[in-house]
């Protein structure tokens, strides 16, 4: 068991790096707010996480003026949270 048990919490390291990673990255770009992937990834993101990059995204892209998928109010979807 032991030898299974730690593959198994090397590939959930791994996996949690490569998101987190992936997440970072769509976060701090200059391309584009719309990364499909990267909304995704948002959105599975916890609260406090979801807010700072939403955070993020809203400094690097001033003139978006629809917030990504995740960084919506839920009241009011055209919206970016923190409005």
Known sequence: MGGSMRFAVILLAALTL????????????DHSPYDEVGTALNGYMPGPLR??????LRASFPGANVPPLGCQR?????????I
């Open 18 to 29: 490569a998101g987190g990673g992936r997440w970072y990255a769509y976060v701090t770009n």
């Open 74 to 82: 839920p009241d009011q979807p055209g919206l970016w949270l923190g």
């Open 51 to 56: 807010d700072w990059g939403c955070g993020r």
